[in-house]
């Protein structure tokens, strides 16, 4: 190991954009380091703009609070009317295409007439199925779940952490979400608990598909979409590389941008093969960005934006990379729904 990074509490990006304090989400996902070696670029892949900050279990013996995340993909809590998920759980299953059937909200016992003014129809699913015998098949997306979910009648879901699932903060999967429909994602403790059987990990896991459990109550805060760090890449006594900037769009951290216009977190950095103070990023509906790394002095950099592209109509770009024709830098960026973009760069200062 030559070093690592952490991510600075508070966030940095949030607090400078908008003077918010929270704990970084994270979500590190690709980075390249620049030409002459001395820095590295990282992108935080990030689809959920609004973290799920609080979730409790609010009656019953178990009532109290537990870990939770959002789902990427799924309706961020504020696209409800009270900005609020609260209600009863029923348990669902595993809720994949080939799982056990989801039971709709009308077939469960006075679930309808328990629902108190203001409250959600709200289905809990695991994770997976991964290794139990119980459900021999494949393990899906969480937003196939969410789709046979909303199939059912259902309004949001609860999603656990799979069986044996360790990650914490907890971890529900992401993607493949084709509802509008909020999701959560809480650990397997708190599912168990919801329901009021033993704290388990090992099969037969959980109560019968149907079961109504305790009521849940989740809020969330906007935290921004995911952006860019610039490391030094001279590793510290303990193998830490320090932190000397971030970098977002302004939309991907103003609230007012955070539903309707499409995915703004960056996906992917290149740097320039024949700049080291220049980088290339795809930023999905924030299209293609061009960076400067601009420094006082070796420890003292920052990310400025010096370019860009994005199309009238929008774009959706996914991967960027950088070649070398006849010693001028070109980018290539695709987009996901258009296809494979060329660019050619401007002056080198």
């Not at 900005?83 to 295409?97: E, I, M, R, S």
């Not at 809020?219 to 921004?224: K, L, P």
């Not at 309707?260 to 960005?289: I, K, Q, W």
């Amino acid at each position: 190991l030559i070093g690592d990074t952490d991510f600075s509490h508070p966030d940095p990006q949030l607090l400078e954009s908008t003077g918010a304090a929270r704990t970084a989400e994270g979500n590190g996902h690709q980075g390249e380091f620049t030409a002459d070696n001395q820095y590295f670029i990282g992108t935080d892949e990030d689809f959920a703009p609004y973290g799920a900050t609080n979730f409790s279990i609010t009656s019953g013996t178990n009532a109290g609070a537990y870990p939770s995340v959002p789902v990427p993909g799924s309706a961020p809590i504020v696209v409800l009317d009270d900005d609020k998920l609260n209600g009863p759980v029923v348990y669902g299953g595993y809720g994949c295409p080939g799982s056990a059937p989801i039971p709709t909200p009308a077939s469960i016992p006075g679930y309808e007439a328990s629902l108190r003014a203001g409250e959600e129809k709200v289905v809990a699913l695991q994770r997976g199925p991964t290794g139990d015998p119980s459900a021999p098949e494949p393990a899906c997306f969480p937003g196939e779940k969410a789709h046979e979910a909303v199939l059912a009648g259902w309004d949001a879901v609860v999603f656990v952490q799979r069986h044996g699932g360790t990650e914490n903060p907890p971890f529900c999967g992401s993607g493949a979400f084709v509802d509008l429909v909020v999701g959560v994602c809480t650990n397997h403790e708190a599912y168990h608990k919801m329901f009021g059987t033993p704290v388990s990990f090992a099969y037969p896991d959980g109560p019968a598909i149907g079961t109504v459990g305790a009521r849940i109550e989740a809020t969330a805060a906007f935290d921004g979409w995911g952006y860019v760090h610039l490391f030094s890449n001279q590793a510290d006594a303990n193998k830490k590389f320090a932190e000397l900037d971030t970098f977002a769009i302004p939309e991907a951290m103003d609230e007012n941008y955070a539903v309707g216009f499409g995915d703004l977190s960056v996906h992917e950095v290149a740097t320039d093969p024949n700049n080291a103070g220049r980088a290339y990023l795809s930023y999905y509906a924030g299209g293609m960005r061009s960076l400067k790394i601009q420094c006082s002095s070796p420890d003292n950099c920052e990310l400025v934006e010096s370019g860009g592209y994005l199309a009238p109509s929008g774009n959706d770009f996914w991967g960027v990379e950088t070649f070398t024709r006849n010693g001028r830098t070109y980018v290539a960026g695709s987009d996901r729904d258009d296809g494979l973009y060329l660019f050619a760069t401007g002056p080198q200062g």
